[in-house]
């Protein structure tokens, strides 16, 4: 997938790169944004819903960064759903307070509700990093086990 910088329409999946992670939604209009949580800055720190689904604005998605929409390769623009599924599906989980940084971060939700897959590049790129690491590790004969 490829991201860029322009107009958004129903049912994108958007990002914002907020320091250096990205906050990722869908948009549904300039009024309506739905996300898992707030952008993670400290003016949103003491929130209490701050890491609940949840919609907002484009401004306030994007904290002043640029929002870049997502541009689906072809494979993806197969598995990509209907814009009205995309939207019903993320609205209908406004209010959601199961949020997890490696396993249901606001980048599972919005391909969740695009493709209809929770998936992550945080958390592969995680977990690659931890299982070669492991395998140099046990290569080394250091494994433990664990």
Known sequence: ??????DCRPGDMIRVRIGSFY??????????VISYGL???????????????????????ACGGIVEIAVPDRKERR??????????TARSRIGEDQYD??????????????????RSLLEEAARERWLAQKARARDAGQDTGR
């Open 79 to 88: 598995k990509r759903l209907p814009a009205k599924k995309i939207i019903e």
């Open 23 to 32: 906050h990722y939604g869908v948009f549904v209009s300039e009024e309506e």
């Open 101 to 118: 940084l490696l396993h249901n971060n606001c980048e599972h939700f919005a391909n969740e509700c695009v493709f209809g897959e929770s």
């Open 39 to 61: 952008p993670p800055i400290e003016r949103f720190a003491n929130e209490p819903d701050r890491l609940k689904v949840l919609a907002t604005d484009i401004d306030v998605f």
């Open 1 to 6: 997938m490829n991201w860029q910088p322009g």
